[in-house]
Structure formats: structure tokens, C-alpha cells
T-cell receptor, first 117, second 112 residues
Framework: DSGVTQTPKHLITATGQRVTLRCSPRSGDLSVYWYQQSLDQGLQFLIQYYNGEERAKGNILERFSAQQFPDLHSELNLSSLELGDSALYFC????????????????FGPGTRLTVL | QKEVEQDPGPLSVPEGAIVSLNCTYSNSAFQYFMWYRQYSRKGPELLMYTYSSGNKEDGRFTAQVDKSSKYISLFIRDSQPSDSATYLCAMTVGNAGNMLTFGGGTRLMVKP
């Protein structure tokens, strides 16, 4: 158990709908990262928040958005869902952001499996 | 072409064999190199990380980085059925963002 929690475990919805995925980081971790894992694209970085502020953005669609709240939990919002959005969505957390010449281990949660029908 | 390439396998070996897993990459700015293990329907867990070039050993696992060739390897000695999983290499430039770029993963099966 990494200490990162994600809810829900599974989500089944229809095209065009909107869903919210929730992540609670490990105690003491200030950074939250969101990743998408699909069969064709593999595990891809979406977005990072550090202490409530957006720090880095990857291949995140405009239909997707995220935020980190004062209690450090994070939510990933996916809207106008398409069949291709079906994937595993992972949240990871780390103590800091990582500075120059620094590395912060990222701990991954169990993921949310999203199925869009 | 993807930034990080990894043979998807599957790789099937008998118990006790030495396993070699590899990744190649194109971005010379990568400084930190990681290997994650992912069991079916679980989140990735970090096995090892290495900074820059060189070798690092941890029990039955050895990670190697050759930055001149843009090639990293993970060796597993005395492989066990419990090692059966998907192994993902990951890299980061180590800047303030710390975002990871993953290979596609290699599925390993260790048969008793």
C-alpha cells in the first residue's frame, strides 16, 4: 500500500458525460501528479500540482481539468467523454516538486478504471 | 517515434533465470532513470532509480545506465514466479516539474 488513495476504483459512464476522479496523497506529500494509462499510449503524464498550484502540464486534453485543494487532495475532471478516454487514471504523490539536480520519488495510487460506453 | 522505447514482450523465462530488460531513449536531457514494477490491475511501484550513468544494485536487481548510448537496463537474478509483472522504465530531466516519461512496459512471466 503506497499510502495514496483514489476513488472510485471503477467508473462506467456514457459518451458526452462528465466525471470527477479523486486522489488523496500520502501524508506530508505536497505534490500530486495525474497519469493516464491506455493500451495504445501507455502511461502518460497529464498534470502536476504542488501545494495548490499547477506546476507542470503534459498531454492533457482541453476537456480535462484538475485542481488541488487546501487539504492537498486533488480532483481530475473529465468532460464531454469519448470512447477513447477509457483508460486507467493514476494519481501519484511526492514530497516536493523536484528542483535542479533533485529527484522526488513518486508513489502511485491504485488507479481509477474509467470505461466510456 | 516515442521518447522512450521498450520491447513489450511478453518475455517468458524459467524460474531461476537471469532476466534482462531494456529501454532506449532519445532525449539527452534525461538525468534520472527509474524502473517500476506493475502487477495486473495495480499501480506502478518503484523498484530502483539511478542518477546519470552507472550501475546500481539492490538485492537481486541491478540497474545500468549508459547515457552515451541512451540505453538503460534492469537485470533480475534468480528470477521468481512472484517477479511476473509488467516492468516499466521511466525517466525525468529532474527539473522543478519532475514529470515522468514512461516506456510502454515489458510483460515478464517467470514459470515455475
Amino acid at each position: 500500500d503506497s499510502g495514496v488513495t483514489q476513488t472510485p476504483k471503477h467508473l462506467i459512464t456514457a459518451t458526452g458525460q462528465r466525471v470527477t476522479l479523486r486522489c488523496s496523497p500520502r501524508s506530508g506529500d505536497l505534490s500530486v501528479y495525474w497519469y493516464q494509462q491506455s493500451l495504445d499510449q501507455g502511461l502518460q503524464f497529464l498534470i502536476q500540482y504542488y501545494n495548490g498550484e499547477e506546476r507542470a502540464k503534459g498531454n492533457i486534453l482541453e476537456r480535462f481539468s484538475a485542481q488541488q485543494f487546501p487539504d492537498l487532495h486533488s480532483e481530475l475532471n473529465l468532460s464531454s467523454l469519448e470512447l477513447g478516454d477509457s483508460a486507467l487514471y493514476f494519481c501519484a504523490s511526492s514530497v516536493g516538486t523536484g528542483g535542479s539536480q533533485a529527484y522526488n520519488e513518486q508513489f502511485f495510487g491504485p488507479g481509477t478504471r474509467l470505461t466510456v460506453l | 517515434q516515442k521518447e522512450v522505447e521498450q520491447d513489450p514482450g511478453p518475455l517468458s523465462v524459467p524460474e531461476g533465470a537471469i532476466v534482462s530488460l531494456n529501454c532506449t531513449y532519445s532525449n539527452s536531457a534525461f538525468q534520472y532513470f527509474m524502473w517500476y514494477r506493475q502487477y495486473s490491475r495495480k499501480g506502478p511501484e518503484l523498484l530502483m532509480y539511478t542518477y546519470s550513468s552507472g550501475n546500481k544494485e539492490d538485492g537481486r536487481f541491478t540497474a545500468q545506465v549508459d547515457k552515451s548510448s541512451k540505453y538503460i537496463s534492469l537485470f533480475i537474478r534468480d528470477s521468481q514466479p512472484s517477479d511476473s509483472a509488467t516492468y516499466l522504465c521511466a525517466m525525468t530531466v529532474g527539473n522543478a516539474g519532475n514529470m515522468l516519461t514512461f516506456g510502454g512496459g515489458t510483460r515478464l512471466m517467470v514459470k515455475p
